[in-house]
């Protein structure tokens, strides 16, 4: 079956541009994860979702980032007014519960002008 | 906050040999633990995953163990090939929804 996909694969933006990536997990995956990659960098959690329950923002470095899973399906993380140091690869995940592997997307690569 | 390290860095070793990856972590009330491989330009792909009451995990030529007391995990891979080179990263899970990770072992097998 598909797995998780990313759109798009590869973002380019100058520095205070807002900009959103998209994640589509998995079909009937309830959770659904988002991490950043920076270079030489492990991955860096940045929110959680779980079915209908509030969100895990706790990995969200500033409030530029944000985050929204609409009917429990899909998400988009937006950053706001990007700066440089946001350049890394976005990955998303999905899984059926905290008992499951994670299986990633293939990731965004953001690099910020 | 957990901290999961991962040594070597960077391992280079001709075909055929056997090799093994560490992880080790600081926190030992971890949920599971998983071994993923991350080929360059690509997500990340799941090899094993241990849970918490478990010693160990087979899948193939690899073979993952978890000693929680010590805070470390060893991945284990017989008769490397060629398409075994990626970089291996681990992850811990603790409880609540956060995965910590290593920064990785990058793995190059030389025909």
């Known amino acids: 079956g598909a797995g998780v996909s990313q759109s798009p694969s590869n973002k380019v933006t100058e520095k205070g541009k807002d900009v959103e990536l998209r994640c589509d997990p998995i079909s009937g995956h309830t959770a659904l994860y988002w991490y950043r990659q920076s270079l030489g960098q492990g991955l860096e959690f940045l929110i959680y979702f779980q079915g209908n329950s509030a969100p895990d923002k706790s990995g969200l470095p500033s409030d530029r980032f944000s985050a929204e899973r609409t009917g429990g399906s899909v998400s988009t993380l937006t950053i706001q007014r990007t700066q440089q140091e946001d350049s890394a690869v976005y990955l998303c995940?999905?899984?059926?519960?905290?008992?499951?592997?994670?299986?990633f997307g293939p990731g965004t690569r953001l690099t910020v002008l | 906050k957990q901290e999961v390290t991962q040594i070597p860095a960077a391992l280079s070793v001709p075909e055929g040999e056997n090799l093994v990856l560490n992880c080790s972590f600081t926190d030992s009330a971890i949920y599971n633990l998983q071994w993923f491989r991350q080929d360059p330009g690509k997500g990340l792909t799941s090899l094993l995953l241990i849970q918490s009451s478990q010693r160990e995990q087979t899948s193939g030529r690899l073979n993952a163990s978890l000693d929680k007391s010590s805070g470390r995990s060893t991945l284990y891979i017989a008769a490397s090939q060629p398409g075994d080179s990626a970089t291996y990263l681990c992850?811990?899970?603790?409880?609540?929804?956060?995965?910590?990770f290593g920064t990785g072992t990058s793995l190059t097998v030389i025909p």
């Open positions: 995940a999905s899984n059926r519960g905290h008992v499951d592997t994670q299986y």
């Open positions: 992850a811990v899970k603790i409880g609540g929804n956060q995965f910590y």
